[in-house]
């Protein structure tokens, strides 16, 4: 089905496959998924703001992103001033947005909604992207999966392989003594099934970053990541993606986005990180983009009303982003919302952006262009997708997923919602 053309901010509840996936890639290709989690309610009024809204400038007195100080998008939509260096990403379509995206948990909590988005809703164990791991045909690696920082994230809680890194220096077999390596690699060379496997492609891992820590190349394509963690995390990425370790997934966070008192003084420090260290990560990777995805999202938005502290409070829908070649075909180069203007018939009931855009109906388009045969019950249990064209691969029936498509007009996350949590 291709992809229905709307203005591009009108109400688009309905996040079909076709509308931010290019499927034309090989699917031969090991795709890697960057997942970014900006942890504490990023303000997407304010990461992309509505600028063509007066409502939305008479509400924000202070805190209000000015046009002057934002690169329109679409007349209505703008990119604030402080994310420029993903302006061009959105201009070649490489670049989707996600606006009024977030999950139905209404709770307004921190730890909770952080949970329920990365156990990818309340009917699974474990996390959605160690789910996906399992779910795909091809087995991982013993790099399948990393995440960058010092814990595991939930979202890879009961992966059934990952690492927690903070440097490539940090992973290493015993003393990385060469000939302990080359002895195990002829032990394995010969056992057979998956155990032998799953130690060649440890063993041939280890080898790769053994080379990798020796030499310590700098970035390629004249790239200048951030002097800060989350710069220096996805430098480490981009050396991972590129030595071909045989990741498929990685996270990393950037913190600090709970911006409940004098939001304007720290939001512009997180965005022009955030917007730097993805385009340095995009120009290291170079030709290596055409195989991975970076999906950024956050656990709740702001709401629409700024507080007497110059700040905002916890929200519901905020902004998703998709950067890579694979979002160029579609929805690249464009802003879709759940919503079409901040009339209060738009908010949800207690006057703030709604969530009308499920995460996991974002997220399915892209695992299904990494791994096609994935069966999407499995990595979002319970969860009913927004048409047949996102369905999981599963016993649903074609009835089930039309009535699904004529109910979803109105999302249930756009019910009544919680009093906002402050």
Do not use: C
Not at 18 to 26: L, P
Not at 154 to 181: C, H, K, N, Y
Not at 274 to 295: K, Q
């Amino acid at each position: 089905m291709p992809p229905i053309s709307l203005p591009i901010h009108n109400p688009a509840p309905s996040v079909t496959r076709s509308d931010f996936v290019d499927r034309s890639a090989a699917a031969t290709d090991e795709r890697v998924l960057v997942v970014v989690f900006l942890r504490g309610g990023a303000d997407g009024l304010t990461l992309v703001p509505p600028v063509g809204d007066d409502r939305y400038h008479r509400v924000r007195p202070s805190l209000g992103v000015k046009k002057a100080d934002a690169i329109d998008l679409n007349g209505y939509f703008a990119l604030n001033v402080a994310l420029d260096p993903l302006h061009q990403h959105f201009k070649s379509g490489h670049l989707a947005v996600i606006h009024g995206a977030g999950s139905e948990d209404h709770t307004r909590s921190h730890f909770e909604a952080q949970d329920f988005m990365e156990h990818g809703g309340p009917a699974g164990g474990g996390g959605w992207l160690a789910r996906y791991l399992r779910a795909r045909d091809k087995a991982p690696s013993a790099l399948g999966a990393v995440a960058i920082g010092t814990t595991q994230p939930e979202s890879l809680r009961g992966a059934p392989v990952g690492a927690v890194m903070q440097t490539v220096r940090d992973f290493s077999f015993g003393d990385d003594d060469p000939t302990v390596i080359d002895q195990l690699a002829r032990l394995y060379a010969v056992e057979a099934g998956p155990l032998g496997q799953a130690a060649r492609d440890t063993i041939d891992a280890v080898k790769k970053l053994r080379l990798l820590r020796t030499q310590n190349a700098p970035p390629a394509n004249g790239a200048q990541y951030p002097d800060s963690n989350f710069g220096r995390g996805l430098r480490e990425i981009a050396k991972l993606i590129k030595a071909d370790v045989g990741l498929v997934t990685t996270t990393i966070d950037l913190d600090g986005w709970d911006t409940h008192f004098v939001q304007g003084q720290l939001i512009g420090g997180l965005m022009r990180n955030l917007a730097a260290g993805l385009n340095a990560l995009v120009t290291d990777l170079g030709e290596h983009m055409r195989r991975v995805t970076i999906v950024t999202m956050t656990e709740f938005g702001r709401r629409l009303n700024e507080n007497t502290s110059f700040g905002t409070d916890h929200g519901a829908g905020s902004v998703m982003m998709l950067l890579g070649d694979g979002v160029s075909a579609n929805g690249g180069g464009t802003v879709r919302s759940g919503w079409s203007d901040l009339s209060a018939s738009n908010l949800d009931d207690v006057g703030d952006v709604p969530a009308l855009i499920n995460y996991r109906d974002a997220l399915a388009p892209i695992l299904l262009r990494h791994a096609p045969t994935v069966d999407l019950s499995k990595v979002f249990p319970g969860h009913r997708f927004a048409d047949s064209m996102a369905a999981p691969r599963s016993a649903v029936s074609e009835a089930r997923v039309r009535h699904h498509v004529r109910a979803s007009t109105r999302s249930p996350m756009s019910r009544r919602q919680n009093a906002p949590s402050k």
